[in-house]
């Protein structure tokens, strides 16, 4: 297993190196500059900034100065926040975004799991084709379109109506902002992170069911006079999971990645909103510095996906 994870993490030092470099090359392509506002500065100060922030220097020199300054952990100064580095604005946001990000999948998780057992045991009923067009629905429609609307029908319609019937509403969840309501602030963003992965992952474990559903150990559990519960949980979860665990990595990634959008529409002061704030302003070190910490947070959920999914098949922890 050792071997296995030092495999692993030395096949991701080339790739991540490959991202960084197309990150960076991508974005000094992009038009305008850091400086750049709709107030002209004078030409001198100009020249002076850029040779601060050694923006006058060829860009393969550039390129150079920054690799060696990331591989000792350094991504530089924000071009756009004064007097602060990418690595305090990333170590700063990051926990807003993890807290949202960890909330949305374990949701995701727990229900998606639950909807997916609930219609494999019930195949081919109302219940089944219920849960499944719900699944349909929630693949269908971005968490970007959904976002606006819950917005609109709880914390604005919801909340006007039950104000008005005198009813009290400090339960409900609200339309944004962080830190002043605690956990009602939460709700919105976290449950429109996970709409879309409950979809994915109710489909993924009603197929998986269904099959182990039909295996010859299950049927061997019947016939000792097990109940349907227990058969269910000490047979046919473990291994009716491993799609589920499989998709943990690319739903990881794609939740923290739409975060970007939900921090925008709700107002988190995560570091995907950082992301698009410096993309907007042509921050250069602070997207790079997101791109990076997104790469390595994205290799890192696939590697605890991989060894996750050794520990629930005995015959891939044999492999490994």
């Not at 601060?52 to 860009?59: F, G, I, R, T």
């Not at 979809?199 to 097990?226: C, P, Q, W």
């Not at 959008?261 to 921050?283: T, Y």
């Amino acid at each position: 297993m050792f071997r296995y994870i030092l495999r692993r993490l030395l096949v991701a030092i080339p790739t991540l190196l490959v991202i960084v470099s197309l990150a960076f090359f991508l974005v000094r392509a992009a038009p305008g500059g850091p400086f750049d506002s709709d107030r002209k500065l004078p030409p001198e100060i100009e020249a002076n900034l850029n040779k601060v922030y050694h923006l006058n220097e060829p860009l393969y020199q550039q390129y150079f100065r920054y690799m060696g300054n990331a591989l000792r952990g350094d991504f530089g100064p924000s071009f756009q926040y004064a007097d602060r580095t990418v690595n305090e604005i990333i170590r700063d946001n990051f926990l807003v975004s993890f807290q949202v990000g960890v909330s949305a999948i374990v949701l995701a998780v727990l229900v998606g799991s639950f909807l997916g057992i609930c219609a494999a045991v019930r195949q081919n009923t109302r219940a089944d084709y219920g849960i499944m067009g719900f699944a349909t629905i929630g693949i269908t429609i971005p968490n970007f379109v959904i976002a606006p609307l819950l917005v609109l029908w709880i914390a604005v319609l919801l909340r006007g109506w039950m104000q008005a019937h005198g009813w009290n509403t400090d339960w409900l969840p609200r339309a944004g902002g962080w830190g002043e309501y605690g956990i009602t602030q939460v709700m919105l963003p976290v449950l429109c992170l996970a709409l879309p992965q409950i979809a994915y992952i109710s489909r993924l474990m009603r197929g998986s069911m269904i099959e182990v559903l039909h295996s010859n150990h299950v049927r061997t559990a019947r016939a000792k006079g097990l109940s349907e519960r227990q058969v269910i949980l000490r047979h046919c979860l473990k291994p009716a999971l491993l799609p589920v665990v499989s998709y943990l990595g690319p739903a990881c990634a794609a939740v923290m990645t739409g975060s970007v959008v939900i921090e925008q529409i709700f107002g988190i002061p995560g570091i995907g909103r950082n992301f698009v704030q410096g993309a907007i302003n042509r921050d250069y070190t602070l997207v790079l510095g997101v791109v990076v910490f997104y790469g390595a947070l994205i290799m890192l959920f696939n590697l605890l996906v991989d060894l996750a999914y050794a520990f629930l098949d005995p015959k891939v922890r044999l492999q490994s």
